[in-house]
């Protein structure tokens, strides 16, 4: 059931851009920081793992680093 809890976030919905983490409609240095902080952490994964394979690392960099290209 959705009941609205993560409305205006990342977590509400897999449409969109999956590295814009802040929902602020562009992916930039402010989503690229947040990245690299959870990966340099090994903190949760959540929505940072852009590509859902169960770690932060080099691919979802790159995935982050593509979609910034795109704005």
Known sequence: V????YGG???ASMNG???DFNVSGAVDLED???LVERWLQNGSLGFHDLNRD???DLKDFERCSREWMQN
């Open 2 to 5: 959705n009941i609205g809890f």
């Open 32 to 34: 690229f920081s947040e």
């Open 54 to 56: 169960g770690r932060i």
């Open 17 to 19: 851009n999956v590295a």
């Open 9 to 11: 976030t990342p977590q």
